[in-house]
């Protein structure tokens, strides 16, 4: 099945809004085994928007098209479609009702302006959408059935999930049995990661995918049919027996996740110190709730003043090895962890730049220190191979994480990476 999607607005086209809809719907097909195979950004000009429903259903089975069902005049997805398919715009009693009682049931009245989302291409299936006033419909052209959802990502996702997936399912005959196993790995490039695993020989209906998103990638493991979920299990840890040290989690979308997931009423406490990262560490692991479990505090100590005033750095220290160094780091780390008697601190510092580098410590180089209760301080300097600041930080925090992580299960806590150079200690 060739499933596309197109992506409607003049502000996703000139990247005034960077368009997450398409991210996660591609992610939410990769999770029942369906890749998408192309994608298409139109601006909202009517001929623009006829022409590329009039082409792509040409080439695909079901096509996605995402916003433009709004009140506005530059809403304009369903004329368009009516326009493709050479018919006229007819409007749906249904739909009508329905916004008419919502408004009523606010308390306000309905403007005139939204009785257009109820207008729909004569031969267009209604599809049902709970959560806003943007009717959804499908209509076949050509060779594809046309699915349009609203742009408002909350109405999508539902949308997709309670409408599309199904249809696709069981009125297209895409219900083969899928199971999908998900590898987070960090530092690895994905095509090296891919020239590692090319040499596996994979049963029938299984099948490995990759998806970047920095610091991370994802490994995916596709097994489709009850024959290939049947040997998912045994593929699995031979494709991680492969990769060693580069998977960090399972069925997790972050290294915070799954830190989140093994402190969370563990009883175990966290401290962090936070110079190159800015509180990065801290804001990754309080977006999942009751992180107050088990997160004592997160400082983020930029000035050399604040590490020797708050974590009790020895001036003499930053003289002799400057703030981005191993030495201090951990008494970063160890100076967060006594405040609190945590069992765990986490400390960062390092150059994120664009500036600020030397010859002997460039952009890019940061120094991470574990502390453990009872048990020292495990710490590592590095230089990873990037120049740009946002993404410096983020893999930062992600070996910082991984440090955690292996402490937490009595691994080795510091181990090579591919992509990333450690210095000696």
């Known amino acids: ?11 996703v086209l000139l990247g005034q809004i960077v368009d997450t809809n398409a991210a996660w719907v591609a992610n939410a097909l990769m999770d029942i085994g369906i890749e998408m195979q192309h994608r298409v950004t139109v601006g909202d000009r009517m001929q623009d928007l006829v022409d590329a429903f009039r082409e792509r259903s040409q080439h695909a089975d079901v096509i996605i098209v995402n916003g433009g069902l709004g009140p506005t005049t530059d809403d304009m997805s369903a004329a368009a479609m009516a326009t493709a398919k050479g018919e006229q715009l007819v409007e749906n009693k249904e739909w009508i009702a329905r916004l008419e009682a919502w408004y009523q049931r606010s308390g306000r009245q309905m403007p005139e302006s939204n009785r257009k989302q109820a207008l729909l291409p004569q031969s267009a299936v209604m599809v049902d959408n709970p959560v806003g006033t943007a009717c959804g419909f499908r209509v076949k052209l050509n060779n594809a059935w046309l699915f349009f959802t609203p742009g408002v990502p909350f109405e999508l996702k539902q949308m997709i999930n309670d409408q599309f997936i199904p249809f696709i399912q069981n009125e297209l005959g895409a219900k083969t ?27 029938d209906g299984i099948e490995l995918g990759y998806r970047s998103s920095m610091p991370h990638i994802d490994v995916k493991i596709f097994a489709r049919g009850d024959q290939a979920i049947n040997k998912l299990a045994k593929v699995t840890k031979v494709v991680k027996a492969n990769l060693g040290d580069v998977v960090v989690a399972t069925e997790r979308a972050t290294l915070a996740e799954e830190i989140h997931h093994r402190l969370f009423q563990s009883g175990i406490s966290l401290a962090l110190a936070e110079s190159c990262t800015g509180g990065l560490l801290a804001s990754q692991l309080v977006d999942f709730p009751g992180s107050s479990s088990y997160l004592h505090h997160g400082l983020v100590t930029y000035s050399n003043e604040s590490k020797v005033q708050l974590l009790r750095v020895k001036p003499q220290t930053l003289d002799d090895h400057g703030a981005v160094s191993i030495k201090t780091v951990e008494e970063m780390a160890e100076g967060a962890r006594g405040l609190l ?34 048990g020292g301080v495990h710490s590592q300097m590095l230089k990873f191979p990037i120049k740009k600041r946002g993404i410096i930080r983020g893999v930062s925090a992600a070996v910082a994480y991984d440090m955690l992580r292996r402490a937490l299960l009595g691994e080795a806590v510091i181990v090579d990476y591919p992509s990333y150079y450690r210095y000696p200690k």
């Open 1 to 11: 099945m060739k499933v596309e999607m197109i992506c409607t607005g003049e502000e």
């Open 177 to 203: 049995n899928t199971k999908i196993t998900k590898l987070l790995t960090i530092g690895q490039g994905e095509s090296a990661l891919q020239d590692q695993l090319s040499t596996l020989s994979l049963p």
């Open 341 to 374: 008697d945590s069992d765990y601190a986490l400390a960062t510092s390092g150059i994120a730049g664009p500036d600020g580098g030397t010859d002997e410590k460039p952009v890019g180089t940061v120094a991470i220190a574990l502390a453990v209760k009872g």
